[in-house]
């Protein structure tokens, strides 16, 4: 069965609550994981899109769905800030011990 334009928006939305969860456990390896999946969904997307349209009911689904993988995303970052903070002190020390 093909997959509607639509169905692609809900998969980057369960990728994107995968994220959460995982950066939520502080599990970064599957983090970025589930963002590569999530960069591969949204490129099947845009290919898709350039053949496919939503329909009106469709759409008003596509600005919920958007909406809460924006607050997923908001989530994530706000997690992973002391993480990228560590990761780059320790690129940084390296750096400072040459000067």
Not at 85 to 99: G, Y
Request: net charge positive.
């Amino acid at each position: 069965m093909s997959q509607l334009l639509i169905d692609y928006y809900k998969a980057i939305e369960a990728s994107s609550r995968s994220m959460l969860d995982a950066a939520k456990q502080q599990n970064w390896d599957q983090v970025v994981r589930f963002e590569g999946a999530c960069a591969v969904l949204i490129e099947q997307l845009r290919h898709r899109a350039r053949s496919e349209q939503l329909l009106p009911e469709q759409r008003t689904e596509k600005t919920r769905i958007m909406q809460r993988i924006l607050h997923n995303d908001a989530q994530i970052r706000y997690l992973a800030e002391p993480w990228l903070s560590q990761v780059e002190r320790q690129f940084d020390a390296p750096k400072q011990m040459l000067h």
